[in-house]
């Protein structure tokens, strides 16, 4: 299917040229797929603790309540592998493409 962009023991989260594929762990091992035809756009946002969330918009609503929460260190290159792949990346807030991750905020 592709690349891997999460592992046990949270959910796999795959990435390919053909499709996108979220398989989630215990208890109910489930495995939702879409073809990339039918993926219009995959957003990213914000959340509270600072890590990213990525949604799915496609046409026939296979992935429409999925949610994937990126681990910290992987982000970038997630993101990058969703370009690389030909996804239309867009920005939660703004609505436009994201070229690459901002650079988090420092509190002093």
């Known amino acids: 299917m592709g690349r891997k962009a999460g ?12 499709g996108l594929r979220v398989r989630l762990p215990f208890p109910w091992f489930a495995a939702r797929s879409a073809a990339k035809e039918t993926i219009t756009s995959v957003s990213v946002g914000r959340t509270i ?3 990213y969330c990525l949604r799915f918009e496609d ?7 999925v949610h994937v929460h990126l681990r910290l260190t992987r982000q ?4 990058d592998e969703l370009r690389r792949s030909g996804y239309a990346v867009l920005d ?5 493409e994201l070229e690459r991750l901002p650079k988090p905020r420092r509190w002093l």
């Open 7 to 18: 592992g046990w023991p949270f959910a796999r989260f795959d990435i390919g040229p053909a």
């Open 49 to 51: 603790g600072g890590a």
């Open 59 to 65: 046409s026939a609503r296979h992935l429409a309540d």
């Open 76 to 79: 970038a290159r997630v993101i």
């Open 92 to 96: 939660r807030k703004s609505g436009a």
